[in-house]
Nanobody, 114 residues
Framework: QVQLVESGGGLVQPGGSLRLSCTASESIQSVYEIDWFRQAPGEQYELLAVITSDHTAKYGESVKGRFTISRDDHKNTVYLQMNSLEPEDTSVYYC????????WGQGIQVTVST
């Protein structure tokens, strides 16, 4: 079964940027859609961004214009570039594949604070 590993999180000041990576253990060439979610403590999962195999991207309203999703199929990696970060963006971030099997990354902490 494919495994997903997120990296690139950590602490950043308000207004700063981070780039998250989601690296798969095998080829993602045939994966139609890969998503980024986040979940803050006590809150529901929030869908942030979606990218399909033809590199078409869609975004949730709360991050549109600030976040950019991309994928590099040769590196088996999906990225989430996050700009203009605010304290409200503090959360655990996950990448996700829904088909043919449901797979979640382990989650990675992003903290936006002075």
């Amino acid at each position: 079964q494919v495994q997903l590993v997120e990296s690139g999180g950590g602490l950043v000041q308000p207004g700063g940027s981070l780039r998250l990576s989601c690296t798969a253990s095998e080829s993602i060439q045939s994966v139609y859609e890969i998503d980024w979610f986040r979940q803050a403590p006590g809150e529901q999962y929030e869908l942030l961004a979606v990218i399909t195999s033809d590199h078409t991207a869609k975004y949730g309203e709360s991050v549109k214009g600030r976040f950019t999703i991309s994928r590099d199929d040769h590196k088996n990696t999906v990225y989430l570039q996050m700009n203009s970060l605010e304290p409200e963006d503090t959360s655990v971030y996950y990448c996700y594949i829904g088909r043919p099997f449901e797979v979640w990354g382990q989650g990675i902490q992003v903290t936006v604070s002075t």
